[in-house]
C-alpha cells in the first residue's frame, strides 16, 4: 500500500505498522506543569488533542497496534541525570512539589497522559527518562516482537521528544511518519524547521502528512 506523504509516497503495510504517541501528558499540556516551568506558554500544545485523538481512534479501529510514552523519572530521581535537573534557571525542577504533584515523576498526576488520549486496557504506556524513546526502555524489543517495520509519529514536542525518537527509529531502520497536524511544538518556526528536517535530503529521517491522509490510508 501507499501513503501519499512527503517527500515522497511511503510505502507501507498496515499489519507491520504501529502508532506511537509521544509524551501527551499534562506536564507538558496543562499550566503548572514542566512545560510551563520552563517558561512556554502550553495553550499552544492543546490545540493537536482533537487530531491526536483522530489519529489514535483511526489506528485502534484499523488494528494497528497504538504505543504511548510518557517521559517522566523515578521517585527517588536515579534515572535523571543532574544535568539535566540542573540545567537553566526553570521556576520548579524536575522532582520539585507543583500543582500537578512532583513535575515529570512517574505516578504523579502530572506525568499521566490527557484523559482524552489516554491508554485503553491492552496498550503499551513506555515510561522514558530521555528525549528519546528508545533509550533505556524496552521500546525496541517491543517492536521486534510485534514485527513492525513502520511508525506512525504523534505527539509533542516535534523537534524535541518526537524528533529525537524519530531518529533513533530512522537508525534502527523502521520507515517513520509524522502526523503533521498531531504534533506541536512551544515554537511553531522550530516545528516547520523539524518537518523540512525530517523529510530533506529523499525522506532522510523520514515523511510527513496530514491526519487525513493517514486516517483515508489506514481506513
Ligand atoms: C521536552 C518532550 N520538550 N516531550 N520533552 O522536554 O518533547
Given amino acids: 500500500m501507499k501513503i501519499d506523504a512527503l517527500p515522497f509516497a511511503l510505502e507501507w503495510d498496515p499489519a507491520t505498522t504501529a502508532l506511537i504517541v509521544i509524551d501527551m501528558q499534562r506536564d507538558f499540556i496543562e499550566p503548572g506543569g514542566f512545560g510551563a516551568t520552563l517558561g512556554n506558554d502550553v495553550t499552544l500544545l492543546q490545540a493537536i488533542v482533537p487530531a491526536t485523538a483522530r489519529l489514535i481512534a483511526g489506528c ?62 491492552g496498550e503499551k504506556v513506555i515510561d522514558k527518562p530521555g528525549k528519546g524513546a528508545f533509550y533505556a526502555t524496552d521500546l525496541g524489543t517491543h517492536l521486534a516482537g510485534l514485527g513492525i517495520r513502520t511508525l506512525i509519529f504523534a505527539g509533542v514536542t516535534t523537534e524535541v521528544c518526537v524528533q529525537t525518537t524519530m531518529r533513533e527509529a530512522n537508525d534502527r531502520g523502521f520507515d517513520c511518519l509524522l502526523a503533521e497536524d498531531a504534533t506541536e511544538s512551544y515554537f511553531p518556526a522550530f516545528k516547520t524547521a523539524a518537518i523540512e528536517m525530517i523529510r530533506a535530503q529523499g525522506a532522510i529521517v523520514g515523511w510527513t502528512a496530514p491526519v487525513a491522509t493517514i486516517l483515508a490510508a489506514v481506513a
Fill in 60 to 121: 485502534r479501529a484499523a488494528g494497528i497496534p497504538v504505543i504511548h510514552t510518557r517521559e517522566c523519572h523515578r521517585p527517588d530521581l536515579s534515572d535523571c541525570p543532574p544535568a539535566k535537573r540542573l540545567r537553566g534557571s526553570p521556576s520548579l525542577r524536575i522532582g520539585d512539589a507543583g500543582p500537578m504533584g512532583r513535575v515529570l515523576i512517574a505516578g504523579e498526576p502530572g506525568a499521566e497522559i490527557l484523559p482524552e488520549l489516554a491508554p485503553v486496557p
